[in-house]
């Protein structure tokens, strides 16, 4: 959702980076997030990680709780609403 706010502001190809933060700050929405999406945004930014680090997957998936998952999935859904709405 960052980089499709990214190409609707900028009218250009969103960085190619993973870096939710980054991406934020260089869409303009970084400075308008509340203390619990920045919060949200730097949590999450670690599950995406790369297929060489088996043993890191191995110790998300033992604290990610399908309570966590849930509640993960709603605070994205939240955000991305939220981001919408920015445009």
Same mark, same amino acid.
């Given at each position: 959702?960052?980089?499709?706010?990214?190409?609707?502001?900028?009218?250009?190809?969103?960085?190619?980076?993973?870096?939710?933060?980054?991406?934020?700050?260089?869409?303009?929405? $970084?400075?308008?997030?509340?203390?619990?999406? $920045?919060?949200?945004?730097?949590?999450?930014?670690?599950?995406?990680?790369?297929?060489?680090?088996?043993?890191?997957k191995e110790h998300l998936?033992?604290?990610?709780?399908?309570?966590?998952?849930?509640?993960?999935?709603?605070?994205?859904?939240?955000?991305?609403?939220?981001?919408?709405?920015? $445009?």
């Amino acid at each position: 959702m960052l980089k499709a706010y990214f190409s609707a502001i900028k009218d250009e190809t969103p960085p190619y980076v993973h870096n939710l933060k980054r991406l934020a700050e260089q869409s303009g929405l $970084l400075q308008s997030f509340s203390e619990e999406q $920045l919060d949200f945004i730097e949590e999450i930014m670690p599950m995406n990680i790369e297929a060489r680090y088996p043993t890191y997957k191995e110790h998300l998936l033992k604290i990610l709780t399908e309570d966590k998952c849930k509640n993960i999935l709603n605070q994205t859904e939240e955000l991305c609403i939220w981001i919408k709405q920015q $445009l």
